[in-house]
């Protein structure tokens, strides 16, 4: 024991980010807990050979890079398995959406208490309100591995999902897969409303500005910030415009207006307005927002704001998309695709805890300016082989699979503290040089960078 305690704080000097993910970990994600959420959701599938946890396991490997696919982690664990690499794959092709979805869901909901215990959760963006953010994410195209795609001359598009993000805690907290990748993401809010609790404000995009969906969170008695649509819902305007205030990228207008589901029912609501400075990617130079926040909850330019904020689900899909492997060119199967992702929106909350406890001892400013998710990662990616081959599993089974939310957050408070926060700074670039577009690609020719590079010397 003493020589696995020596190796373990060699690691948590040299590589501390990788021994405080594998310690939340085995806490959150311990066999017995999985195998449990098996039995608990799964309808069809059953947990015999192959254990769910052993697939979770396997996932997670690839999700965080540490193995670069399913079947390189085979390789180094088929004794261990006991089973083929058939098996795994048939195992990934028919794991039900469900399961997907409780693994996110109930792992997220177990690792929420041990940031807050960690005293590193985010400011609140509304005080007295629980926000959520929602966006969609369609997941990469495939290679056409599987027969019916063979004959096809399109790229095949797996499945997709809705993600909602805790901005507080920066976790996933829940996800709606669709095994339809070209299914409207609106089709899915009617299991999103299930979903939504009294006191939420829920933040999105035009794409779920839906009457279906903004009357029903208002019946649920939670609010909407939802940039509003062109073509619905229907709506008409009860007065005119006021301008409010001034916000950072434009002037802020505010107007009641009156949307309507069906014939019978109607609700009044505000309409923020915001005259931009600078035109958007699609080329707008306003944008209305729909909200039913009071007026005494937030102002106009607040709600503005908080609107902005829709953007850290967007940062947070770049980081999973950049930093983990949640969408696999060779996992073709909806299914399994749709369990890949999850597993990286479950290594990516991990790394939230991590994240939140350098918040708890460093200060949010600092971690927010000053700590990149990328390098966070990168350890963890390439030290993580290491550290398993050091460290037994059964002392991580042993040391923090029973511990208590605030007896695992003061031990990652501990490995935090002296951490070098300058092994993952930010690098910020400046602003982009406009320089002229080259001509096009057709009849162009090759030539030596050398040559090029020597002719400018002279």
């Known amino acids: 024991m003493r020589i696995v305690q020596s190796v373990l704080e060699r690691f948590e000097q040299q590589a501390p980010i990788t021994v405080m993910v594998r310690a939340a970990l085995e ?24 254990l769910f946890s052993a697939v979770c396991d396997l996932m997670g490997l690839v999700a965080m890079r540490i193995h670069p696919s399913p079947h390189a982690v085979f390789q180094t664990r088929a004794e261990e398995l006991g089973v083929t690499v058939k098996a795994v794959y048939d195992k990934l092709q028919r794991m039900e959406p469900n399961l997907s979805r409780q693994l996110v869901r109930e792992t997220a909901g177990r ?9 590193g959760a985010r400011t609140e963006l509304l005080p007295g309100y629980r926000v959520r953010i929602l966006d969609g994410n369609h997941l990469r195209r495939t290679q056409r591995r ?12 797996p499945a997709q999902a809705l993600v909602v993000l805790d901005p507080q805690t920066r976790l996933m907290i829940d996800v709606f897969p669709c095994e339809d990748g070209h299914a409207q993401e609106r089709s899915l809010l009617p299991e999103v409303l299930e979903t939504v609790r009294p006191g939420e404000v829920w933040i999105d995009d ?27 819902p229907r709506y008409e305007l009860v007065d005119q415009p006021v301008q409010v205030g001034l916000y950072e990228t434009g002037t802020v207008w505010e107007q009641p207006v009156r949307i309507f589901q069906g014939k019978d029912h109607s609700a009044v609501i505000r309409r923020i307005t ?75 909350n991990l790394l939230s805890v991590v994240m939140a406890a350098l918040r708890g001892v460093h200060g949010e400013e600092v971690i927010e300016q000053q700590v990149s998710f990328y390098y966070l990662a ?12 050091a460290v037994p599993s ?9 511990l208590t939310p605030a007896a695992l957050a003061k ?48």
């Open 27 to 50: 806490n959150v994600l311990s066999a017995e807990r999985l195998d449990g959420l098996f039995q608990k959701h799964s309808q069809r599938q059953r947990n015999h050979e192959l």
């Open 111 to 119: 690792m929420a208490p041990i940031i807050h215990a960690t005293g």
């Open 146 to 157: 599987i027969g019916a795609l063979r004959k096809l001359n399109a790229a095949p598009l």
């Open 206 to 232: 035009r794409n779920f500005c839906t009457a279906g969906f903004l009357f029903g969170i208002r019946q649920r008695r939670a609010f909407f910030i939802t940039r509003q649509h062109s073509q619905s």
């Open 274 to 348: 915001v005259q931009l400075k600078q035109p958007t990617r699609d080329g707008d130079r306003q944008i209305h927002l729909l909200t039913n926040l009071p007026k005494k909850a937030a102002t106009a330019v607040r709600i503005a704001e908080l609107y902005r904020q829709r953007w850290t689900i967007e940062t947070a899909f770049a980081d999973v998309a950049k930093c983990l492997e949640g969408e696999l060119e060779t996992l073709g199967y909806p299914r399994a695709a749709l369990f890949s992702f999850c597993s990286a929106l479950v290594a990516f």
């Open 378 to 389: 990168d350890e963890l990616a390439h030290t993580h082989r290491g550290l398993t081959i």
């Open 394 to 402: 059964t002392y991580w089974t042993k040391t923090y699979a029973g």
């Open 411 to 458: 031990d990652l408070l501990r490995i935090a503290r002296a951490i070098k926060l300058s092994k993952y700074r930010k690098h910020k670039r400046g602003p982009k040089k406009k320089t002229k577009k080259p001509p096009s690609k057709k009849g162009r020719n090759h030539v030596s960078t050398a040559r090029v590079l020597a002719a400018a010397k002279t």
